[in-house]
Structure formats: C-alpha cells, structure tokens
C-alpha cells in the first residue's frame, strides 16, 4: 500500500488547462513493498519521478505548440508525464515510458482528472532489450541526462526506437552531460542543433537549460 501525499495543481497553457495530481513534494517516499528498491532506486531518489520540474514545464509548452499531425510520438523518462497529458489533450499519438513502477499510475489518474482518454504506458529501462515498444517520428524527454552513463543508454534506447525519419527533442537543464550525448547522437547519424527557449514567464525562475533537437534522416512533413 502507498503511504505518499499528494497536491492538485492546475497549469495554464494559452486557454487549455491541465489539471496535475503530483507527490506532495520531493520528501515524500513510500516503498513498503521495497517494488523500487529491488528496481535499484534508492529512497534518495524516489520521489523525483513524481513531481514537475522546470524542464517538464519547457517541454510541456514544447508540445502545446508543435505540430502533431501524423506523428507517432514517444515521451522518455516521462515521469510525472505533463507533456503527454498535454500532448494527448491535444488528441496526439503519444506513448509514454518510465522506469518508477508509480508512473504509470500516476499517468492514468492524471489523464482521468482531465477527462482525457488513457495514455498508454511501458514501464521500461534503457537498458531492457526486449520493450517492444516499436519506432516513432518524434521522441522527447525532459531532463533525462541525469549521470554520465545516461549518455550511451538513452542514445542506445533511441535510435532503438527512432522511425527512418526522426526528431528528437529534449529539454536539458544545463547537467553538464548534453555535449557528450550530442556528439554521441552525430556519430549515430543525428544532425544537432540547441537553442534556449523563447519565453518562460511560466516558470517561477529564469531557465537556464537549452532545448537539444537532433533530426535522423528527413523531417517528417
């Protein structure tokens, strides 16, 4: 049984609202079951899937205004999953992956609370051969270089799962990880190009992460 508290929040995208259930905060844990601990996350970390972070938020907006026409998109480490409730608000072909076995649960009562209809979620590691999760156009993710190692692994997981022709769109915070994973990305056949976001009086502080794209082959039309 989870032991954790929760708050309601609701986040404004132009005149769309997203209602988000979120951990009360990053010092909530509950793994009584020790279902995390033998996945290998500590209570250290526990909480850091469950609550929204500031390049979730980039991401999200991200999404609120990208062309989703034909797309079949995929969110890595999606954690709380705020771009994929948006992008499925938007009637988007999103799939969401995470390795916390509570994302999942979260992700279904937060596409309830907007009376969306259910994302579907693998509960995945980068390093599972066997995901079957298939090949998209677009994947993103937000805030997911979080160790040097993630370098190879998330590389690996994408071009995995990456289409013929591919964008591929994260939102980092500035972790020191991106200029190795890029130069990974180019050796993999990826063009690479990163800017700062436009606007973000959305978020509480001044943002100093970049958005890293990375196109395999044509853009999708």
Not at 85 to 110: C, K, M, Q, S, W
Request: aromatic share 10%; glycine share 8%; with cysteine.
């Amino acid at each position: 049984m989870s032991h954790f508290r929760v708050r309601y929040q609701t986040l404004e995208f132009d005149k769309t609202d997203i209602h988000v259930r979120t951990l009360r905060d990053k010092q909530e844990f509950s793994d009584d079951d020790n279902t995390a601990f033998d996945l290998g996350i500590s209570s250290a970390v526990w909480s850091l899937f469950g609550v929204i972070w500031p390049s979730g938020e980039v991401l999200a907006h991200l999404m609120f205004e990208h062309e989703v026409k034909g797309l079949k998109i995929l969110e890595v480490g999606c954690g709380i999953g705020l771009a994929s409730l948006v992008l499925n608000h938007r009637l988007a072909d999103i799939t969401a992956t995470d390795y916390h076995p509570e994302a999942g649960n979260f992700l279904n009562e937060n596409t309830l609370l907007n009376g969306d209809r259910k994302i579907p979620f693998v509960r995945a590691s980068w390093q599972d051969p066997g995901t079957n999760l298939g090949k998209y156009d677009c994947i993103i993710g937000s805030d997911i270089l979080y160790e040097r190692f993630h370098v190879d692994l998330l590389s690996a997981f994408i071009e995995k799962h990456a289409a013929e022709n591919c964008l591929v769109m994260l939102v980092d915070p500035g972790r020191g990880h991106h200029a190795p994973f890029s130069k990974k990305m180019v050796t993999l056949g990826y063009t690479h190009s990163q800017r700062k976001p436009i606007d973000t009086c959305y978020l509480a502080a001044p943002f100093k992460g970049q958005i890293l794209t990375y196109q395999k082959g044509l853009p999708c039309q």
